[in-house]
């Protein structure tokens, strides 16, 4: 049976709408690219989160450096990681004030960021 001039059938969702609605499904979302971000908050006090988005699946190195280049932490160490999008957070209450640096390194990929650390 059909419904009006329109030709759609009686019980037709789209029939009063003109056209179906919904949400699309998408496709997974994985990563496709090295990448390193800004630690979020920063300036912080005492902790901070860093994110990173590995496009491959490998070993991952995380560490953070104080100004003058010593290693103050290391929060990934050699650890293999699956493809995708990875936050960490980071407390640094026993360190002073000032400027860190934070390195992610990964199947001979390097990024370095810095971050402040305000007490």
Do not use: C, H
Request: proline share 4%.
């Amino acid at each position: 049976m059909k419904a009006g001039t329109d030709g759609k059938d009686i019980g037709d969702p789209g029939w009063f709408t003109g056209g179906l609605t919904g949400v699309e499904q998408t496709k997974n979302q994985l990563p496709d690219k090295f990448a390193l971000y800004q630690s979020y908050p920063n300036p912080f006090n005492p902790s901070t989160t860093i994110t990173f988005t590995l496009a491959q699946a490998g070993n991952v190195s995380l560490k953070v450096y104080d100004i003058m280049g010593r290693e103050v932490r290391n929060v990934v160490n050699n650890v293999y990681k699956a493809q995708g999008t990875y936050k960490y957070m980071i407390n640094m209450n026993d360190m002073a004030s000032g400027v860190y640096l934070y390195t992610l390194k990964q199947n001979g990929n390097m990024q370095t960021m810095k971050m402040m650390l305000l007490k």
